[in-house]
C-alpha cells in the first residue's frame, strides 16, 4: 500500500508512517524518561528512605542499557530472522512500556531487569524497523522512506519532553502524584506506540520456522566474523574514534545534561521545568540540523565527473563536522562558564564564573542536538558510501562502540564522580579527534579514489589498444590470406599454360 503527498513524497509505505509514529510514541516515553531518571530517582529516595536507591542510581540503570545495548547488534540479526519484522518490533516495544512503568513505583529489581531488556530490544527495534521499511518499498524511493521516517522519529524529543514541560512547572521536588501522572501519561504513550505496530504489514514469507533459525544464527556469526575482519581496514579502525565520542556525547545530553540543570539550585523552582523544557530543545536542534544539511547538500554542485562529485561529497562532509566541532566549542564554553561543576552529582547552590542563566541552558541544549546531529549524519554517509558490501557488520560495529562510549559516560559519572568540567574536557578532546580522524580518512579517501580511477583508465587504455591491434592484425591476416589466394591462382594459372 503506498500513499501519495505530491511529488516530493510520493511512493511513501503506509508501513513507513505506522513506524514513523510509533518510533516516535515509544522513544517520546523513552527520552523522557531517561532524561529525567536520576532526579525521579533522587526525589523518591528522598521521600522513601527504604527504596534502597544509592545517589546516582539513574545513572546506574543507564549504564547497564548501554552494556547490553552494545550486545544487542550481535544477537539482533539471529531475533529478526526467527520472529520476522513485526513480531521483532511488537516484542522490542513491550520493553518499551515495561520500562516507563518501572517508575510508576521505582523498585531496584526491577528497574534492573527492565533496563536490561530494553538495552537488548534497542537494537532490534531499530533493525526491525528498518527492514520492515526496506522490504516495503521499492529500492528507488528507499531514500525518501527512510529520511520521512527519521524525521518523524526526531519528534520525539519534543513529546516526550513536553509532558515534563507541563508536569514538573514549578516543582521543586517531583512527589509522587507527579510522577505517577507524568509515568502514567508516558507508558500510555509506549502503549500507544506498541499498538501501532499491530498495523503494520509483514510481507508474506514461505520460510518454515526450523529454516528461519538455521539462516538467523548463520547471519548472526556471519556479521560477527565480518564485524572483526573489518578491523583490518584502516578507515573502520579510525571511525573508532568518533564512534566513541559520539556514544559519550549523545548519553551526556540524554542522561546527565537534564540532571545538571535540575540539580541547579539557582533556578530555584524552575529547575525540573528547565530539564524538560532542555529536552525539547535538544530535539530542536536535531531537527534544524537536519533540514540545514539536506538543504546545504542540495547546493552542492553535481557535475558529470565521478571524482569531482566524489571530491564534493568528501568536502560536504567535512564542512558538516567542522560546523559540527565549532558549534559544539561554542555549547561547551558556556557550560563551563555559566553551570555548576558538582551538578551533575548532587543538588547544589555553587556558582560557575558567572550566575547560572535559564536562556543559556536552553541555548547549550538546543547546541548539543544541533551539533549531535551533525557528527551522527556524517558518519552514516560514511558508512553508507564506504562501506556498501558490509554495512551490517559496519552498523554493528557503531553500534558496539558507541554503547561503549555511554558506558564510560554513566560509569565516570557515577563511580568516579566526574565534575562538569571534566565531562566538557573529554568531550571538548573527544571532538577536536573527531574532526581530525576525518580529515585523514576523507582525504585519504580521496587519494585512494583518484588511484582507482587512473587505474581504471589506463586499464581501459590498454583494453582500447589491445583492441585496436587485435584489429589490425585481423586485416593484416585477411589482406595477406587474400594474397595468398591470388599468388596460388596465377601459378596454377602458369602451369596449366606450360602443360598445354
Request: glycine fraction near 8%; include cysteine; aromatic fraction near 14%.
Amino acid at each position: 500500500m503506498r500513499i501519495s503527498l505530491g511529488d516530493s513524497f510520493s511512493h511513501i509505505t503506509a508501513n513507513t508512517l505506522i513506524i514513523g509514529f510509533a518510533f516516535l510514541c515509544l522513544y517520546s516515553a523513552f527520552n523522557a524518561v531517561a532524561n529525567t531518571s536520576e532526579l525521579v530517582l533522587n526525589s523518591y529516595q528522598s521521600t522513601h528512605a527504604d527504596a534502597g536507591f544509592g545517589q546516582g542510581f539513574g545513572y546506574t540503570t543507564l549504564m547497564l542499557f548501554n552494556i547490553f545495548f552494545a550486545l544487542g547488534p550481535f544477537v539482533t540479526p539471529f531475533l529478526v530472522r526467527v520472529l520476522l519484522d513485526k513480531i521483532s518490533l511488537l516484542v522490542a516495544s513491550v520493553s518499551f512500556v515495561l520500562y516507563a512503568a518501572s517508575f510508576l513505583k521505582p523498585n531496584v529489581y526491577a528497574l534492573y531487569v527492565s533496563t536490561s531488556i530494553s538495552g537488548v530490544c534497542t537494537s532490534l527495534l531499530w533493525a526491525a524497523g528498518f527492514n520492515l521499511i526496506t522490504v516495503s518499498c521499492p529500492t528507488e524511493y528507499l531514500e525518501v522512506n527512510t529520511s520521512l521516517f527519521w524525521l518523524i522519529a526526531q519528534f520525539s524529543y519534543l513529546f516526550g519532553n513536553g509532558v515534563l514541560f507541563f508536569t514538573f512547572y514549578e516543582v521543586d521536588l517531583i512527589s509522587d502524584n507527579t510522577r505517577y501522572l507524568t509515568m502514567s501519561i508516558l507508558t500510555v504513550s509506549a502503549i500507544i506506540g506498541t499498538c501501532l505496530f499491530c498495523l503494520a504489514k509483514q510481507p508474506y514469507t514461505s520460510e518454515k520456522l526450523s529454516q528461519r533459525v538455521s539462516k538467523g544464527f548463520k547471519t548472526s556469526v556471519d556479521t560477527v566474523k565480518e564485524t572483526v575482519l573489518l578491523l583490518r581496514d584502516f578507515k573502520a579502525l579510525f571511525l573508532i574514534v568518533p564512534y566513541i565520542f559520539t556514544g559519550i556525547y549523545q548519553s551526556f545530553f540524554m542522561g546527565v545534561y537534564g540532571a545538571c540543570v535540575g540539580q541547579t539550585m539557582y533556578f530555584k523552582n524552575d529547575a525540573y521545568w528547565l530539564a524538560g523544557i532542555s529536552g525539547i530543545f535538544v530535539g530542536i536542534g536535531q531537527i534544524t540540523a537536519a533540514c540545514g544539511r539536506i538543504c546545504w547538500s542540495k547546493l552542492v554542485i553535481h557535475t558529470k565527473s565521478k571524482q569531482q562529485e566524489h571530491e564534493s561529497k568528501g568536502s560536504l562532509q567535512l564542512f558538516c563536522v567542522s560546523t559540527g566541532f565549532c558549534v559544539a566549542c561554542v555549547c561547551f564554553l558556556l557550560m563551563y562558564l555559566f553551570l555548576p561543576d558538582d551538578s551533575p552529582n548532587q543538588k547544589t547552590d555553587e556558582i560557575s564564573v558567572f550566575t547560572p542563566n535559564q536562556p543559556i541552558a536552553v541555548l547549550c541544549s538546543f547546541l548539543l542536538g544541533f551539533s549531535d546531529c551533525l557528527f551522527q549524519t556524517e558518519i552514516f554517509s560514511f558508512i553508507g558510501s564506504n562501506f556498501k558490501e558490509a554495512t551490517p557488520s559496519a552498523m554493528a560495529m557503531f553500534s558496539f562502540f558507541q554503547a561503549i562510549g555511554g558506558i564510560l559516560v554513566f560509569f565516570y559519572t557515577n563511580h568516579l564522580h566526574f565534575g562538569l568540567r571534566l565531562h566538557i574536557y573529554i568531550m571538548a578532546v573527544g571532538s577536536l579527534l573527531t574532526l581530525a580522524v576525518f580529515c585523514i580518512i576523507v582525504n585519504i579517501g580521496e587519494d585512494t579514489s583518484t588511484e582507482r580511477d587512473d587505474e581504471k583508465a589506463v586499464k581501459n587504455l590498454k583494453v582500447t589498444e589491445a583492441s585496436v591491434l587485435t584489429e589490425k592484425n585481423g586485416i593484416e591476416m585477411e589482406n595477406g590470406t587474400a594474397n595468398g589466394h591470388g599468388i596460388e591462382r596465377t601459378a596454377n594459372k602458369e602451369t596449366d599454360v606450360s602443360v598445354v
